[in-house]
């Protein structure tokens, strides 16, 4: 499975962008989450929604700025990011994760769980 993520760019502080990442076959089938890596940083959770569509869980770095969703017509998941902050600059990734588990919190939030990795979009908020 190859997803695509797409929708990063260079954008000031306090924008908006709009994050999607296309998932061949049925969005339906998975639980997805975002991840994103800055310079010398490790890899860390952004935000995951459940493959039923009904759970989402944050990092509460991007609580109450990011929302996640779920359009399974287009195949894709939408990470909407506003009030955008230099700290929140990296490299965005979606995974996919296929065993249909109704696992919790923690359980999306590790970047083992996930099965299916795309190959990263750029985000840089400048200041």
Known sequence: ??????????????ASLRLSCEVPGRTSYYGIGWFRQAPG?????????SYSGYSK??????KGRFTISRDNTKNTVVLQMNSLKPE?????YCAADRSRLSQGE????????????????QVTVSS
């Open 1 to 14: 499975v190859q997803l695509q993520a797409s929708g990063g760019g260079l954008v000031q502080v306090g």
């Open 41 to 49: 940083k490790e890899r860390e959770f952004v935000a995951a929604i």
């Open 57 to 62: 869980y944050y990092s509460d770095s991007v």
């Open 88 to 92: 929140d600059t990296a490299v965005y």
């Open 106 to 121: 923690g359980y999306y939030k590790t970047s083992s769980t996930y099965d299916y990795w795309g190959q990263g979009t």
